[in-house]
């Protein structure tokens, strides 16, 4: 039997090593922020899954991959359409960007050199599908999934696209070694612009 000396009425009746427990009130601050918690969880719970008012996290991520996937894809719309007329750029820091990006993501398929293995070769003035700049980034953007070329617009931004192209028209009439034989074709006309 404990001895509750002091006769202190918080004082439990219970020892354990001469500890003993005081049954104090718990301050009232402390007593509010509890019942907010279960006031909240009762209407968190209501909104999210009695009533499916507010999006859960699977659902919200779902939604902002969505808006993403839009952001994407209207990026890509626009560059579609400024394909059409851009220019290779002659600016060192995108044609070196353009070279990184050819040796880690082409140089399997086109060899370093351009010179083709798996791919053709994109040095010469055989072109399977166009000789035209707008015709390579097409290519690039687009792949050729059927004959193994790669669709690069899921991999890589249009500024890379751009980059990447601009660098293999560097290559055009660099005569590698031992290039891969021309696709059984007449060679692409040289580009004339009768208004000029
Ligand atoms: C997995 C192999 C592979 C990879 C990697 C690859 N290509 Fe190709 N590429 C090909 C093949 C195969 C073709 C020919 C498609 C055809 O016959 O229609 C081709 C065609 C092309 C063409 C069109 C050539 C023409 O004659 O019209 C261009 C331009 C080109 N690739 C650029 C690139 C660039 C730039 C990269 C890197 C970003 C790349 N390729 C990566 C296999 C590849």
């Given at each position: 039997?404990?001895?509750?000396?002091?006769?202190d009425?918080?004082?439990?009746d219970?020892?354990?090593?001469?500890?003993?427990?005081?049954?104090?009130?718990?301050?009232?601050?402390?007593?509010?922020?509890?019942?907010?918690?279960?006031?909240?969880?009762?209407?968190?719970m209501?909104?999210?899954h009695?009533?499916d008012?507010g999006a859960?996290?699977?659902?919200e991520?779902?939604?902002?991959?969505e808006?993403?996937e839009?952001v994407?894809?209207?990026?890509?719309?626009?560059?579609?359409?400024?394909?059409?007329?851009?220019?290779?750029?002659?600016?060192r820091?995108?044609?070196?960007?353009?070279?990184?990006?050819?040796?880690?993501?082409?140089?399997?398929?086109?060899?370093?050199?351009?010179?083709?293995?798996?791919?053709p070769?994109?040095?010469?003035?055989?072109?399977?599908?166009?000789?035209?700049f707008k015709?390579?980034l097409?290519i690039?953007?687009?792949?050729?999934?059927?004959?193994?070329?790669?669709?690069w617009k899921?991999?890589?931004k249009?500024?890379q696209?751009?980059a990447?192209?601009?660098?293999?028209?560097t290559?055009?009439?660099?005569n590698?070694?031992?290039?891969?034989?021309?696709?059984?074709?007449?060679?692409?006309?040289?580009?004339?612009?009768?208004?000029?």
């Amino acid at each position: 039997m404990i001895m509750n000396d002091e006769k202190d009425p918080l004082l439990l009746d219970h020892e354990a090593d001469g500890i003993r427990e005081l049954d104090n009130k718990l301050p009232r601050w402390w007593v509010w922020l509890f019942n907010l918690t279960i006031a909240f969880s009762g209407a968190y719970m209501l909104y999210y899954h009695v009533f499916d008012r507010g999006a859960l996290m699977a659902a919200e991520y779902q939604r902002e991959m969505e808006v993403g996937e839009k952001v994407k894809q209207a990026a890509l719309d626009r560059f579609e359409k400024e394909m059409m007329t851009m220019q290779p750029s002659t600016d060192r820091a995108v044609l070196d960007e353009g070279e990184k990006l050819f040796t880690v993501n082409c140089m399997p398929c086109h060899r370093a050199d351009g010179g083709g293995l798996v791919g053709p070769n994109i040095t010469d003035d055989y072109w399977i599908h166009g000789s035209e700049f707008k015709d390579n980034l097409r290519i690039i953007s687009n792949g050729v999934p059927e004959k193994g070329m790669v669709t690069w617009k899921t991999l890589m931004k249009p500024t890379q696209i751009y980059a990447v192209g601009s660098y293999i028209y560097t290559l055009r009439g660099s005569n590698p070694p031992n290039p891969k034989p021309p696709e059984n074709q007449a060679p692409a006309q040289p580009e004339v612009n009768i208004y000029e």
